[in-house]
Nanobody, 121 residues
């Protein structure tokens, strides 16, 4: 069983920065794609940024130039550096990962528990 544990959320003023981390734990797995999603109150969960195992990235237009996604394949950890935060960035941020079970060779996508990011104006 693979689990994701997120950290790094909190309260910050507009213009500030936060760094989110998400670490995968378990045994006999290989993480492939990883990403960050967010869900604001009353809205759907949307993709913020994603990164392949090889390091190719993709960003939502609303965060381009402000957020940076990165990963450490040895630590099975993905990061989201968020700069220039705006009140509209306020949401619960969820980590997502697709992993390969090295015993069954089946792939599965899993979610972290979510971490709250609140940006005050």
């Amino acid at each position: 069983q693979v689990q994701l544990v997120e950290s790094g959320g909190g309260l910050v003023q507009a213009g500030g920065s936060l760094r989110l981390s998400c670490a995968a734990s378990g045994s006999r797995f290989r993480i492939n794609g990883m990403g960050w999603y967010r869900q604001a109150p009353g809205k759907q969960r949307v993709m913020v940024a994603s990164i392949t195992r090889g390091g190719s990235t993709n960003y939502a237009d609303s965060v381009k130039g402000r957020f940076t996604i990165s990963r450490d394949n040895v630590k099975n950890t993905v990061y989201l550096q968020m700069n220039g935060l705006k009140p509209d960035d306020t949401a619960v941020y969820y980590c997502n990962a697709e992993y390969l079970n090295l015993d069954t060779y089946l792939s599965r996508a899993i979610w972290g528990q979510g971490t709250q990011v609140t940006v005050s104006s």
